[in-house]
């Protein structure tokens, strides 16, 4: 008899449609930036995470051009075998300044970066505080380590020490892991508080920059920077392909620490190593947020400036966020498809993200310092003839990046 084995697929794929959860890609013409073209509209783009506008920067494509002609288009095999060069040493070593950190190892993407040093550091003997707020990729982590995993209520330090109080002596070792901005919400996570408490109870902690890194801190380390705990020991993990504008992740920290990941961290190890060209690229856009603060103080007036248009606006209210990330929530699924048709119907750019991404459905959208004035007026002069009734649950668990 022919096999049915298959048959739960399409069946899945109908409840999803049912709920109002699925999802499509949408082809995007050209280079991305403030505008970008879309089935031959322009439209305003609010759904980008390249918060300085540097993915289109002529000095990083001619660094990746640069790259590719010295070095070919792909680097051909792991680090640890024919695939590292001198570029991806040069990249690290920059990542570690602007971190303010001794060393850093580069990965193939944040998510590689994330399930790699976490499978590595922690084991079954040992435990995992996590967020519950965090990001697909360190709750996969988590779980490839094989450790206790106990999620805690979204940035509640309190929960957080009752956990450590009644567990942390029957492990091993304990590894709290948490995102710094929290990229389905755009808050951050309490940092200074959580290395309170992993000081106290020897715990190691691991924050996750993606949404950080060039946006936060007087010279855009992130939250770390931002917080004024680059001094403190910690492990920070991110990626390259947000705010600087290429591809790739990293992981900074101690000397020791990365001399221990280059030898266990399985997704360092067995993967190819970050392209030439992306590999410069990225290394060009840390010296650009080092030498052009400007881009990030212009995010910045973005960012306020959004905020007071909207805070002007009583039916529309947005999530708390002190980041680029800003959201309003809507009640169901089928409201943030319309409430996005309606802004795409309008020349702007803006997705809904609906469960399982999230437990409440929302418009999430991203400022860039290469947002105009203008440009900014008529995403708020769209959103105020949307009639949204805002709900009050706001926390999320995060699946896409």
Not at 175 to 200: E, Q
Request: net charge neutral.
């Amino acid at each position: 008899m022919p096999s049915d084995a298959y048959n739960w697929i399409e069946q899945s794929l109908a409840t999803i449609h049912k709920a109002d959860w699925y999802r499509t890609v949408q082809t995007i013409q050209g280079h991305t930036g403030a505008m970008v073209q879309m089935n031959g509209r322009s439209l305003i783009n609010f759904a980008s995470n390249d918060y300085l506008g540097l993915s289109s920067d002529d000095r990083l494509i001619q660094a990746a051009i640069t790259a590719t002609q010295k070095y070919g288009t792909g680097s051909t095999g792991s680090r640890l075998l024919s695939g590292h060069r001198e570029l991806h040493r040069e990249l690290e070593y920059a990542i570690a300044s602007l971190k303010q950190t001794e060393d850093a190892l580069v990965f193939s993407s944040g998510y590689l970066a994330n399930l790699g040093t976490v499978s590595a550091i922690v084991g079954q003997r040992d435990l995992i505080l996590s967020d519950q707020c965090n990001h697909s990729s360190l709750k996969n982590g988590a779980i490839l380590s094989g450790a206790t995993v106990i999620e805690y209520p979204h940035c509640d330090l309190v929960s957080l020490q009752t956990h450590l109080e009644q567990q942390r002596d029957c492990y091993r070792r304990c590894l709290i892991v948490t995102d710094s901005v929290f990229s389905m919400d755009g808050d951050l996570c309490p940092l200074s508080g959580l290395l309170d408490l992993a000081d106290y109870y020897n715990c190691m902690l691991l924050v996750d920059e993606a949404h950080a890194t060039g946006v936060l801190g007087k010279c855009g380390a992130g939250c770390v920077e931002h917080f004024d705990c680059s001094q403190r020991q910690l492990i920070q993990v991110g990626t390259l392909s947000k705010a600087l504008g290429s591809l790739g992740g990293y992981v900074a920290g101690t000397k020791t620490l990365i001399d221990f990941l280059r030898n266990r961290a399985p997704s360092w190890i067995y993967t190819t190593a970050l392209s030439p060209a992306d590999t410069a690229a990225a290394l060009t856009a840390i010296q650009i947020i080092q030498q052009e603060p400007e881009r990030r103080q212009q995010l910045w007036r973005n960012i306020d400036n959004f905020k007071l248009l909207i805070h002007q606006l009583s039916h529309l209210k947005l999530l708390p966020s002190d980041s680029a990330i800003l959201c309003l929530l809507l009640p169901t699924a089928a409201d943030a498809l319309i409430a996005a048709r309606h802004l795409q119907d309008a020349g702007i750019f803006a997705p809904a993200i609906r469960p399982p991404t999230v437990p409440t459905s929302r418009i999430r959208i991203s400022l860039m310092a290469t947002h105009t004035v203008a440009q900014i007026e008529q995403l708020v002069d769209v959103l105020s003839a949307i009639k949204i009734v805002s709900t009050t649950s706001s926390k999320s668990v995060r699946g896409d990046r």
